[in-house]
């Protein structure tokens, strides 16, 4: 199953350690990537553009979400749920 929705910034979409059962698929956008750091700070690690995709490993191994994700842009994204 797949859905389309449409995020204005700064909108998070994933939160680390965040229980996930799904593909993201950015449509349209840009998203950055935030890891906390061990003393608590979000730490801006990348920004992933149109085609690019993010939450496989949370989706494959069941593992929580390794990071955080928000719209740096305007974005639509497909989330592909694994249900």
């Known amino acids: 199953q797949s859905t389309y929705k449409t995020y204005g910034p700064p909108e998070q979409i994933l939160a680390q350690g965040q229980s996930n059962q799904s593909l993201f698929l950015i449509y349209k956008g840009a998203v950055d990537v935030y890891i906390k750091t061990p ?14 995709y993010f939450g496989e490993m949370s989706l494959l191994t069941g593992d929580p979400a390794g990071a955080s994700i928000l719209t740096a842009t305007e974005s639509v994204i497909i989330e592909v749920n694994h249900n």
């Open 39 to 52: 003393n608590h700070q979000m730490t801006k690690v990348a920004t992933l553009n149109e085609g690019l």
